[in-house]
């Protein structure tokens, strides 16, 4: 345990604490939020030195991490040879979740509801319809080719018009959200409905059950681990959507954040709304690893 806990990430952090304290040849603001993220890592991977299964790739994650920062310290703080707008020294980018913090915090709780509404929207009426198509051959040979020829197309292309069309811009983004989500979730459910196993498939109709109860009570069951095992790959899509449409026109939310600042070449706040970004995407994927665990057990 005692190796584990001294192990090369603890290493790496203490060089990284050194490094911070030492003077460089960019000025540079005051380290405390740095430092702080710093401790904040090496407490992760002392929690994760307790856990055999997870202590391996949560050590080799976190010496990336620490290896990163450092080389980014050094070029920067300590040697000044990058540039300076364009590559902002650490201790300048953490130090921007303190001054901006209620921008930021607003962002994700405006981006948040959007990206949870179009999404709840999207998969509900992706499922259900998906289903009913799915059932249905008549309705299978009708929307099925439709939804081959729609369903690639980007749906950031509908954004444009899609922001001219709708009375704000909020329900503009969230529409944009919606069809991104609806058509890959009405697709993968229609493929997951006529490729149930025959042997169920003819278990279920010999129950004489009406479509409303084979929808919700047979093929429902049946379609919701497949949605619950996509959502990480509907999250990573909806999150995209959301920031790039956000960046078109918003006026709060994390890829306004993002957009904003660069706008006025404030490339520090940049770098900080992105690290920002990539910190709410990873918490929302591992509440959605604690979803998949407690609601399709039998398949974890």
């Known amino acids: 345990m005692i190796r584990k806990l001294l192990g090369l990430p603890t290493v790496l952090f203490v060089v990284s604490v050194l490094l911070v ?10 380290p405390g939020a740095f430092l702080f993220v710093l401790g904040l890592m090496e407490a992760v991977y002392l929690s994760f030195a307790f856990r055999k299964e997870e202590y391996t790739a949560a050590k080799d994650i976190l010496s990336l ?31 921007v979740f303190i001054t901006q913090r209620e921008l930021m915090i607003r962002g ?6 959007l990206l949870f509404t ?16 799915g059932w249905v051959p008549r309705l299978r040979n009708l929307f099925f080719p439709i939804a081959r020829v729609i369903s690639p197309i980007p749906p950031i292309i509908y954004t444009p018009y899609v922001v001219a069309l709708m009375p704000t811009f909020r329900s503009a983004s969230c529409l944009v959200i919606i069809l991104g989500i609806f058509w890959p979730t009405f697709m993968s459910t229609i493929l997951r409905v006529t ?59 994390l ?6 600042y660069s706008d006025y070449a404030n490339y520090t706040n940049v770098v900080a709304g992105i690290i920002l970004v990539g910190i709410v995407v990873s918490v929302l994927n591992l509440v959605i690893g604690q979803m998949e665990k407690h609601l399709i057990r039998w398949k974890v």
């Open 255 to 260: 890829g306004y954040f993002i957009k904003n």
């Open 65 to 95: 991490l620490y290896v990163v920062l450092i080389l980014w310290e050094i070029v920067t703080a300590k040697l000044n040879i990058a540039h300076r707008v364009l590559i902002p020294a650490p201790e300048d980018v953490f130090r």
């Open 21 to 30: 304290c030492l003077p460089g040849k960019r000025e540079v603001g005051q």
């Open 195 to 253: 490729g149930m196993e025959k042997q169920l498939l003819n278990s279920a109709k010999a129950l004489c059950p009406d479509s409303r109860t084979m929808i919700f009570e047979i093929l429902f069951p049946y379609v919701w681990p497949g949605i619950i095992r996509n959502l990480r790959v509907t999250l990573s899509t909806s999150f995209l959507i959301l920031t790039m449409a956000e960046m078109m026109g918003a006026s709060s939310g």
């Open 118 to 133: 179009g999404m709840a929207v999207g998969i509900g009426l992706g499922m259900i319809l998906g289903m009913a198509v």
């Open 108 to 113: 994700i709780f405006s981006s948040l509801a």
